[in-house]
Structures are given as structure tokens and as C-alpha cells.
């Protein structure tokens, strides 16, 4: 099986049945000078983005410690010009955070029509963390599913793209990852206890991501499953949704831009015009 959307509310997620290793057929090589053509795209179509101004990019990226979230923003999110992106990553909610609604720190951050955003970690802390400790009834946490679904609809109805990844890693791969932090100096500032206690509740973690993104997969919020256990494959997987994405856009940016081109000209010629 390649890779996965989940595009309809409701749908059937089974994690379990979704490999988190690239598909044979496909080399390291080849993924790299793939990798390159389409950031050489994806520059481009975010440079009509930002002129244009009449869309926004939300790309949220969610995946267990080790899966990569910091990876991507580096190799993919790198390809942007950093003029036009925004990088937030949410954590504990602080206390001021805490006295508002588990959207309000979110909404904060989320892109002006022009730019990206991404999201590492998001608002899904809220129907993941809160749900496998116990932190809020279920009563509560499953309220906000609804309320995400709206939100990201709101988003979506004044112009906002939002591209949401779940980084999918095996068990043991994260193992893996988590070892070489700890024999590598330069990632000891990585390490922590809490990961691997978050390890012991992989398959309430697996449950509750499983949930998540059957509930509020959409079609203008999908969600993209991600096989993660090889880096170049995650970074290609990402690019290329983000360029299959918004290549549609891509005549509505340029149209505006030669419309507001046309504007712009006219002033010009008026303002000369009027010189002695």
C-alpha cells in the first residue's frame, strides 16, 4: 500500500494496515532529484501565493516523538522562502493558555492570506495527549472533535489551504531513533524520560490518533498518512502533496497578479502623464 488520505469524516483508520517503510521500485537517488524539481515548484507557487494574497497554507504535522516533525520542517519546509513562513510549535498549554479555549492559542497562529503556516504539534494535542492520560473527561475531549472540524472549516472558508500529516513510524524504528540519541553528543540535548514513557502507551496512542483522524478527516481538511520510517521518503511524500496541492491555484494566482499588474501599469502611465 503507498500512501493514504483520509478525506471523509467517519471513515475507517487502521493504522495497523498502513506500512510505514517507502514502497520498493522507488531509490534514495531518485527520490533527492525529485525532491529538488519540486521545491524549485513549490518556491514558485509560494512566490505567486504571496503576491496573489487571496489564499493562506496551513500545514499541520502531527506523529509520535521520533517521527520526524522537525525533519520535515527542515528538508521540506526549508524549500519555502523564509519570507512568507511561520513556524509555531505548541507544547504544555501555559497557564494563560489554560484560562481560554483550546483553540484560542491556536487561532493566534494561524497564516495570513499570503503565507504558510506549520504547525508542529497542534491542536490534535488536545484529542491525543488529553485523552491517553486522563488530563480531561471524555466527555469533553470528545466534544472537540466537532469543534476542530469547524474550526478547520472556518479556516477553509476564508481562504486557508490546510494540508494535515500524521508522520507514521513503526515501533521499531522510534526504538532505533531513540538509541542513537544516545549515543550521538550532538542529540543528548534531546534526550528525555517522558518518551519513553510515552512508548509504553503506544497502542493507546495508536487508538486515539486512529479516532482523531476519522473524525475530523474532511475533504477540505484531509488528512495524509505518512510511512516515515525512512526520512527521504517522508520529505518526498510531503513535497509532493504540498505541489499536488496547490498546483490548482496556481492560474488563480497568476490571473490575479496579472490583473493587479494591469492596475499598477495604468497608475504608472497616468502618474506620467500628469509630468511637464
Same mark, same amino acid.
Given at each position: 500500500?503507498?500512501?493514504?488520505?483520509?478525506?471523509?469524516?467517519?471513515?475507517?483508520?487502521?493504522?495497523?494496515?498502513?506500512?510505514?517503510?517507502?514502497?520498493?521500485?522507488?531509490?534514495?537517488?531518485?527520490?533527492?532529484?525529485?525532491?529538488?524539481?519540486?521545491?524549485?515548484?513549490?518556491?514558485?507557487?509560494?512566490?505567486?501565493?504571496?503576491?496573489?494574497?487571496?489564499?493562506?497554507?496551513?500545514?499541520?504535522?502531527?506523529?509520535?516523538?521520533?517521527?520526524?516533525?522537525? @525533519?520535515? =520542517?527542515?528538508?521540506?519546509?526549508? !524549500? +519555502?522562502?523564509?519570507? *512568507?513562513?511561520? /513556524?509555531?510549535? $505548541?507544547?504544555?498549554?501555559?497557564?494563560?493558555?489554560?484560562?481560554?479555549?483550546?483553540?484560542?492559542?491556536?487561532?493566534?497562529?494561524?497564516?495570513?492570506?499570503?503565507?504558510?503556516?506549520?504547525?508542529?504539534?497542534?491542536?490534535?494535542?488536545?484529542?491525543?495527549?488529553?485523552?491517553?492520560?486522563?488530563?480531561?473527561?471524555?466527555?469533553?475531549?470528545?466534544?472537540?472533535? @466537532?469543534? =476542530?472540524?469547524?474550526?478547520?472549516? !472556518? +479556516?477553509?472558508?476564508? *481562504?486557508?489551504? /490546510?494540508?494535515? $500529516?500524521?508522520?507514521?513510524?513503526?515501533?521499531?524504528?522510534?526504538?532505533?531513533?531513540?538509541?542513537?540519541?544516545?549515543?550521538?553528543?550532538?542529540?543528548?540535548?534531546?534526550?528525555?524520560?517522558?518518551?519513553?514513557?510515552?512508548?509504553?502507551?503506544?497502542?493507546?496512542?495508536?487508538?486515539?490518533?486512529?479516532?482523531?483522524?476519522?473524525?475530523?478527516?474532511?475533504?477540505?481538511?484531509?488528512?495524509?498518512?505518512?510511512?516515515?520510517?525512512?526520512?527521504?521518503?517522508?520529505?518526498? /511524500?510531503?513535497?509532493?502533496?504540498?505541489?499536488?496541492?496547490?498546483?490548482?491555484?496556481?492560474?488563480?494566482?497568476?490571473?490575479?497578479?496579472?490583473?493587479?499588474?494591469?492596475?499598477?501599469?495604468?497608475?504608472?502611465?497616468?502618474?506620467?502623464?500628469?509630468?511637464?
Amino acid at each position: 500500500m503507498g500512501v493514504v488520505t483520509f478525506d471523509k469524516t467517519g471513515e475507517k483508520v487502521n493504522l495497523g494496515a498502513i506500512s510505514e517503510s517507502p514502497p520498493g521500485g522507488l531509490s534514495r537517488e531518485e527520490a533527492a532529484r525529485e525532491l529538488e524539481t519540486l521545491g524549485e515548484e513549490l518556491f514558485d507557487l509560494q512566490d505567486l501565493l504571496w503576491g496573489a494574497r487571496t489564499h493562506s497554507v496551513l500545514v499541520v504535522l502531527q506523529g509520535r516523538d521520533t517521527a520526524g516533525k522537525d @525533519g520535515a =520542517i527542515k528538508h521540506v519546509v526549508g !524549500l +519555502l522562502n523564509p519570507r *512568507g513562513v511561520h /513556524v509555531t510549535s $505548541f507544547g504544555v498549554p501555559t497557564e494563560e493558555e489554560r484560562e481560554h479555549d483550546f483553540l484560542w492559542r491556536i487561532h493566534r497562529h494561524t497564516p495570513r492570506k499570503g503565507e504558510f503556516s506549520i504547525f508542529n504539534r497542534s491542536h490534535y494535542e488536545d484529542v491525543l495527549v488529553v485523552r491517553v492520560h486522563d488530563l480531561v473527561p471524555r466527555e469533553v475531549w470528545g466534544e472537540r472533535f @466537532g469543534h =476542530i472540524r469547524d474550526f478547520e472549516e !472556518l +479556516l477553509c472558508e476564508h *481562504g486557508t489551504i /490546510v494540508l494535515k $500529516f500524521f508522520l507514521h513510524i513503526s515501533k521499531d524504528e522510534q526504538k532505533k531513533r531513540l538509541l542513537e540519541r544516545e549515543e550521538d553528543p550532538r542529540t543528548a540535548w534531546k534526550l528525555n524520560p517522558g518518551d519513553w514513557k510515552e512508548r509504553e502507551k503506544w497502542g493507546e496512542y495508536t487508538e486515539a490518533y486512529e479516532d482523531a483522524i476519522s473524525r475530523t478527516a474532511t475533504k477540505r481538511a484531509p488528512w495524509t498518512i505518512v510511512p516515515a520510517d525512512s526520512k527521504w521518503y517522508r520529505n518526498l /511524500v510531503i513535497a509532493r502533496e504540498l505541489a499536488q496541492t496547490l498546483r490548482p491555484y496556481k492560474k488563480v494566482w497568476q490571473d490575479k497578479l496579472d490583473e493587479v499588474g494591469k492596475q499598477r501599469k495604468a497608475e504608472l502611465d497616468a502618474y506620467r502623464a500628469r509630468k511637464p
